[in-house]
């Protein structure tokens, strides 16, 4: 793996990272506040829509998420908001190892190490043609990018049919936001208010940025709500200014 500072470097160069909405966030904070938001609609998807999973749930809500990056925005945008993501989870192992702690492999998320791989493995895959230079900038080996189309079809192959159903948004629910005035709000505000035309749940299910106190990110099934904790955005920032450094 490459050292993160000159992944950053590297990623810096590429391309501007844009969302689908202006913020006063860094680009790199809102590319990772939406690949957050995305891996927990991916549980409220699983929730909502009674799919069976076979592994780790948070395995599957993060391949919702990358391919919801696919999958939503054009190619240059697309682009920039993965490579953040590679270098969110980067940041994360970086920020670990700062720490001196120890990988928690008894966690239901994977290492962030492994999820770097993953999550470049997936997108690289879904248009290897027009993403050489995204696999090299996030440093894919080879050995692993032979696989990725192969492992972006099987994503799709479950994905895809559950969002096909997502797509006919007559007579399913629209997304509930509320929101605290916090820069990730207005970012997830207008991603609700985009997503809500594109695609539904079958269930009602309230979207809720707030002060928690900690940086955390979560679904409740039994409320049928996804919190985004407003603190994230400070911890998202630590890691940008770890890695850019």
Not at 69 to 82: G, R, V, W
Not at 141 to 166: F, H, I, K, N, T
Request: with cysteine; glycine share 6%.
């Amino acid at each position: 793996m490459k050292a993160a500072a000159t992944l950053a470097a590297l990623i810096a160069c590429a391309a501007p990272a844009t969302a689908r909405t202006a913020s006063d966030l860094s680009a790199f904070v809102e590319a990772n506040v939406l690949g957050i938001f995305y891996h927990e609609m991916g549980h409220a998807a699983i929730h909502t829509e009674g799919l069976p999973i076979f592994g780790q749930e948070e395995d599957a809500a993060d391949v919702f998420s990358i391919f919801m990056i696919d999958a939503l925005f054009d190619e240059d945008t697309a682009q920039s908001l993965a490579a953040d993501a590679v270098l969110g989870f980067e940041g994360e192992a970086r920020l670990r190892e700062d720490a001196g702690e120890e990988v928690a492999w008894w966690d239901v998320h994977g290492p962030d190490e492994q999820r770097v791989y993953n999550t470049a493995c997936l997108f690289y895959g879904a248009n290897p043609d027009a993403r050489r230079d995204f696999a090299a900038i996030v440093a894919l080996p080879e050995e692993r990018a032979l696989g990725c189309p192969e492992e972006y079809d099987q994503a799709a192959e479950s994905w895809g049919a559950v969002l096909d159903g997502m797509e006919d948004v007559a007579g399913r629910p629209p997304l509930t936001f509320r929101g605290d005035g916090s820069p990730a709000s207005a970012v997830l505000a207008e991603e609700v208010r985009q997503l809500n035309a594109e695609l539904r749940l079958a269930a009602p299910v309230t979207v809720a940025v707030e002060r928690c106190g900690e940086a955390n990110a979560f679904y409740d099934p039994e409320r049928h709500r996804i919190t985004f904790c407003s603190e994230f955005t400070d911890h998202l920032r630590d890691i940008e200014a770890l890695i850019f450094r």
